[in-house]
């Protein structure tokens, strides 16, 4: 999607979510922004469905936060064009910062036990 995308394109992620999911992603280093990147492209067309059909778990103004069923990410994936890994850390990065938000908001035993049937996405606030 995003052939140069800017690093000063704002992520719904925070800074330390950010070096988590690159520290552990099976992904180049430098490809895992433009996968984030690529992945808000698709997701904020679709963040209107996604108030509609799935549990918002947390707003703001920076972010809206979803839980969507297993294996959305697989589907997400496909339609980005990219290999499981490149998926996988897509999916790593989004329920990293919603269990970061759950820790800061003392909800983390509820989103735990949330994402063991579910998955999380993370759509940014322009």
């Known amino acids: 999607m995003s052939e140069n995308p800017t690093p000063e394109r704002h992520l719904p992620f925070d800074g ?3 070096l988590y ?10 490809r895992l922004p ?26 703001d103004s920076g972010r809206s936060i979803f839980l969507v069923p297993t294996g959305h990410w697989e589907e997400i994936g496909e339609e980005l064009g990219v290999n ?12 990293r910062q919603l269990w970061r938000v759950g820790a800061e ?3 983390r035993e509820g ?15 322009e």
């Open 21 to 30: 999911a690159a520290a552990t992603a099976s992904v180049a280093p430098n």
């Open 105 to 107: 908001s003392q909800r």
């Open 34 to 59: 433009e996968l984030l990147v690529d992945g808000q492209e698709l997701l904020s067309g679709r963040v209107d469905a996604y108030h509609r059909q799935y549990e918002n778990v947390r707003s």
């Open 111 to 125: 989103f735990d036990t949330a994402l063991e049937i579910r998955e999380a996405v993370v759509i940014g606030r």
């Open 84 to 95: 499981e890994r490149e998926a996988d850390a897509l999916r790593r990065a989004h329920e």
């Open 16 to 18: 330390p979510v950010l």
